[in-house]
């Protein structure tokens, strides 16, 4: 499933008890990996973020220093993850999803 509809998937529903291998970016190896270092749950994962103070370069850092994952994968967990922190849902009535996410994309690969 392509990361831009794995996040529409996601929140669509509270995020609840859902597997980290559920968040954008991450698929069954990073998964397994980061299920590996005790992170089974997304929450957890958006925990890390929230612990780090939203930092996304020392996101990105721990990312990469604790499973391994190249920038690419932890930038699309970014995008996620700027997405529920700044609530977006509340613009989806008036801005499309696709808008919001090409935006977010320019703003963190360019």
Do not use: C
Not at 8 to 28: C, D, H, N, Y
Not at 74 to 90: C, E, G, H, R
């Amino acid at each position: 499933m392509s990361t831009s509809k794995k996040m529409k998937a996601f929140t669509g529903e509270p995020m609840g008890e859902k597997s980290v291998k559920e968040l954008a970016g991450i698929g069954e190896t990073l998964g397994n990996r980061l299920e590996q270092k005790g992170f089974t749950f997304a929450y957890s994962i958006l925990g890390q973020f929230l612990l780090l103070n939203k930092d996304e370069d020392l996101f990105v850092i721990w990312m990469k220093d604790a499973i391994n994952a190249d920038a690419k994968k932890s930038n699309a967990l970014l995008i996620f993850f700027i997405l529920i922190v700044l609530d977006i849902s509340k613009f989806y009535s008036s801005i499309k999803f696709t808008q919001v996410l090409s935006l977010l994309t320019h703003i963190l690969w360019t």
